[in-house]
């Protein structure tokens, strides 16, 4: 991840309001970036919470 989207997640974390039509394209390309690799680890950790609570956690040696 880049600084831009490292900032801009920070802010967003932080509960900061992010402002679209103060940032420049490539910030609000940055942000698209980081909130889509959120969520895609945000879904992977939810699977493997999921896959963990049925016993067949790839993580895991049973």
Same mark, same amino acid.
């Given at each position: 991840? %880049?600084? /831009? $989207?490292?900032? #801009? $997640?920070?802010?967003? $974390? ?5 402002? !679209? ?8 390309? *940055? !942000?698209?970036? $980081?909130? /889509? *690799?959120? *969520?895609?680890?945000?879904?992977? %950790?939810?699977?493997? %919470?999921? #896959? ?7 993580? /895991?040696?049973?």
């Amino acid at each position: 991840m %880049d600084l /831009i $989207a490292k900032q #801009l $997640a920070k802010r967003r $974390a932080a509960g900061l309001f992010v402002s !679209y039509d103060r940032t420049t394209p490539e910030e609000t390309a *940055a !942000y698209g970036r $980081a909130t /889509i *690799a959120f *969520a895609n680890v945000k879904a992977r %950790d939810e699977e493997l %919470d999921r #896959l963990n609570w049925l016993g067949r956690n790839p993580r /895991i040696e049973h």
